[in-house]
């Protein structure tokens, strides 16, 4: 039996097909869950996936932390759930203290959306086994708030722990600190990530397939788990 | 039990940049306005809490602002009788 991962969907995601899109694409099967549902459904991995929660309101992914889907979620990623969040689901992770920090506006104030030039900087995280380190990868980025900001001993911290997954190269498109377009938690199960892997998981319609190493890693992990 | 009307205003921490602040910023001078020497910009919350004192509103409107409000990792609050 093939492995089963939730894709939320939270009012103003936009994302989700892509995301379920790139699950099937790399072998698993996805499983749509609902905001307001507190029920996991027994899937083995989840991703967040990108968009405007809520519109954003308050702060980006400030009201989706609050959603009954998230509840679960906290729990069960405590348990060592795989998750990942793109984007807006990046967003959620931070405020629901998932992962530590926050993010702010662009510097440049401009909404960025191009193809982006990224370093997998940490291939231990459930999420990025399956590529090598420091591999380069190009994978599409759109956002107008991913400055990841936190404070430096934070930032050492992560880099101490190899808890930065990957950082932008070529450009920052955000004034990210660092670099930074990803970060995992201590155990590499919860990982949040700016650009976005699932719009580049097929010829057609991205700039590649680099993206599909995030889907195919945490299949790979479950099925040997 | 009263209805208290109570103010919370929300500001990005001063190590926090702020592009929207510098940007509106920017513009002053095409408006013919001196540059300003900062600007920031921050949010600012009126809410209306059933509460028995004011004490009681201004506790439980702390524990909002720092639950929701505002975010403690890059923001600070403040919260007042409106």
């Known amino acids: 039996m093939s492995a089963r991962i939730g894709v939320v969907t939270f009012p103003g995601s936009l994302d989700d097909r892509d995301a379920q899109r790139a699950v099937r694409l790399s072998g698993a099967e996805p499983v749509p869950l609902w905001h307001g549902d507190g029920d996991l459904h027994g899937v083995d991995a989840v991703v967040l996936p990108g968009g405007f929660s809520y519109g954003d309101y308050l702060r980006c992914g400030a009201i989706a932390r609050f959603a009954p889907v998230m509840n679960a979620i906290v729990e069960q990623a405590a348990e060592g759930l795989p998750v990942l969040g793109i984007c807006n689901g990046f967003q959620v992770l931070c405020e629901s203290h998932l992962l530590p920090g926050a993010l702010t506006r662009n510097q440049n104030l401009h909404f960025v959306n191009r193809d982006q030039r990224l370093r997998v900087d940490s291939t231990a995280t459930l999420w990025t086994g399956g590529y090598d380190q420091g591999q380069e990868i190009v994978i599409p980025v759109k956002n107008g708030e991913g400055c990841y900001v936190a404070d430096e001993r934070t930032l050492d911290q992560l880099e101490a722990e190899g808890r930065i997954v990957a950082r932008y190269v070529g450009g920052n498109p955000n004034g990210s600190a660092r670099d930074i377009a990803g970060i995992a938690n201590e155990r590499g199960n919860v990982v949040g990530l700016m650009p976005h892997p699932e719009h580049a998981v097929e010829h057609l319609t991205g700039p590649g397939t680099d993206g599909l190493g995030f889907f195919t890693s945490v299949l790979k992990a479950l099925v040997s788990a | ?82």
């Open chain 2, 1 to 82: 039990m009263a209805a208290v009307k109570i103010v919370v205003d929300v500001m990005l921490k001063p190590e926090i940049l702020d592009p929207q602040g510098q940007a509106v910023s920017n513009a002053l001078p095409n408006l013919g306005f001196a540059t300003a020497g900062s600007l920031r910009i921050g949010k600012h919350v009126e809410l209306e809490l059933e509460a028995d004192t004011d004490r009681a509103a201004l506790d439980q409107a702390t524990r909002i602002a720092e639950t929701l409000l505002a975010n403690p990792v890059i923001e600070d609050f403040t919260v007042r009788l409106a």
